[in-house]
């Protein structure tokens, strides 16, 4: 699995959000996007899950060396790209393990059996240390900030991706509950380590259970500096100052 | 699960020796779980009575036909009504008055349809005395060109105090949709409680998203959004439900 973002440009509503944009996530690996409020990270993820709300207008996004700008949601999910959401939907009426069902049967291409599915569910279920009803319950209705994190987890055990992209997936979760998530990914990671992970953040925490190869600041419209994890703690102590008065790659000032 | 029909607006000769049929009337003398259907009605005219202290879980099933409907309800003392009702059918006149006549009593009022005519429902629940419940939640789809108009009078007079009572209607559009929701409450009572919702609307694009970002494609998703639409009223059996279900399948094609 490789992800290739290729000078990409993003508008929406006629504003440009991502520009001259570029990106490789190798197969196995972890990234970190960071960066100050509305620069556009969360656009990024949607962008790649393809949100008919934003435009490419240029550039281009390749995975597993084909281009997916022309596909639709369903299929770049099906290519096995996975969005865990900042604030996942609640759905009334519609169990969660209908939805479940539905998503997996579509991903194999086959109906799944009951027993397997019971199986699968009751194990990931059990990993996660959720709550045995949830399952039964109308999607995310009702459910806590940490209930519903944990059930994006539940659905990456069940669907099996090849590239998850974690959107603030540490938002609305207790210390507790973010170590129980991280600790689940990384398993799912050990289990299929050609995974690569894509994660969106403002906090260091989840990058202390899931450390990053690659760290990436983005700002002004595209990624103005990478570096490893000690460059998580240099924005720690820091903060964005001291990389967003400089200018970019292209003689551009930052921000 | 016992079940009534009415076939070309006659009730079906029914023996039961907690339940009286007299020719447009059907009186529930004690506790049941009960399905009325319509078989190639038209108009139809039923008067309903559940006595004291008796619960009657009612599901009404109707599809395909052209309905003219005026039904009239009396709950007596501490009884309780719930009813679930699912349509689809062509073109729909329906008229329920629902007297809540006797102390504690309550009404838990169900209803989805999915509508491909013209449809009117006015439904009036009238709170004829203390401490009186009721609770109304009308769900319907709206498809390509139909007409859905949905009133519903909650009405409670002076002097009946400590009344409680709930209505909710959702119309959900899928396509050029006419839909109307008219939700009245006449009271002239302060000691009560109450509450409405009305939302007119089409499914949300982010909820489709969010299927589709699953690897659930756009129509397959958009069927389970009706399902749960559907569903998230009734508490059928499964024999029911797949009934529904074979509905919405066929829509769907």
């Known amino acids: 699995m490789k992800l290739e973002i290729k000078d990409l440009a993003v508008e929406i509503d006629k504003k440009l959000i991502l520009d001259k944009f570029n990106l490789d996530v190798e197969e196995g690996s972890i990234h970190v996007i960071m960066g100050p409020n509305g620069v556009g990270k969360s656009t990024l993820s949607r962008v790649i899950m393809g949100d008919e709300n934003y435009h490419v207008i240029e550039g281009d996004i390749l995975f597993e060396s084909s281009s997916i700008v022309k596909l639709k949601t369903d299929e770049r999910s099906r290519k096995g790209i996975f969005l865990a959401m900042q604030s996942p939907m609640e759905i009334d009426g519609v169990s969660n393990q209908d939805f479940l069902r539905t998503a997996i049967s579509q991903k194999n291409e086959e109906r799944v059996g009951l027993y397997q599915f019971i199986k699968s569910v009751e194990e990931a279920v059990s990993d996660l240390n959720m709550n045995k009803d949830l399952i039964h319950r109308s999607l995310n209705v009702g459910f806590s900030g940490g209930e519903k994190k944990k059930n994006e987890v539940l659905q990456i055990k069940l669907l099996k991706p090849s590239l998850i992209i974690l959107d603030e997936l540490d938002s609305g979760l207790d210390v507790d509950s973010l170590r129980i998530v991280c600790e689940n990914i990384l398993k799912y990671k050990r289990e299929n380590p050609s995974t690569a992970i894509l994660i969106i953040t403002h906090y260091s925490m989840i990058l202390e259970y899931l450390r990053p190869d690659y760290v990436h600041i983005l700002a002004n419209k595209h990624i103005i500096k990478t570096g490893d994890y000690n460059l998580v703690s240099d924005i720690e102590k820091n903060g964005y100052g001291k990389y967003l008065e400089t200018k970019n790659t292209y003689g551009e000032d930052c921000l | ?253």
């Open chain 2, 1 to 253: 699960m016992k079940k009534i029909v009415i076939d070309n607006n006659r009730l079906d000769d029914y023996r039961d020796s907690n339940i009286i049929i007299r020719d447009n009337k059907i009186i529930f003398n004690s506790n049941g779980d009960y399905t009325l259907e319509y078989v190639n009605s038209g108009d139809i005219n039923l008067d309903i009575d559940i006595a004291d202290n008796v619960t009657i879980k009612l599901f009404i099933w109707s599809n395909g036909n052209d309905l003219k409907i005026l039904n009239h309800y009396k709950l007596g003392y501490k009884s309780n009504l719930m009813l679930f009702k699912f349509y689809y059918n062509n073109n729909v006149d329906e008229n329920v008055v629902i007297d809540l006549n006797g102390e504690y009593s309550h009404l838990s009022y169900n209803f989805s349809s999915i509508s491909r005519g013209k449809e009117e429902y006015h439904i009036i629940v009238n709170h004829n005395h203390h401490r009186v419940s009721s609770n109304i939640s009308n769900k319907c789809i709206g498809l390509d060109n139909s007409k859905i108009k949905l009133q519903i009078d909650s009405v409670l007079d002076k002097g009946n105090t400590l009344c409680v009572m709930d209505q909710n209607s959702r119309i959900l559009t899928l396509g050029k949709v006419e839909a109307t929701i008219i939700p009245n409450m006449f009271i002239e009572e302060d000691s009560v409680e109450a509450k409405h919702g009305s939302i007119v609307g089409r499914i949300a694009p982010e909820e489709i998203f969010y299927l589709m970002s699953r690897g659930i494609t756009e129509e397959e998703a958009v069927t389970l959004l009706i399902k749960g639409f559907i569903f998230s009223n009734l508490v059928v059996d499964m024999e029911k439900r797949a009934r529904i279900f074979q509905v919405i399948q066929d829509l769907r094609r």
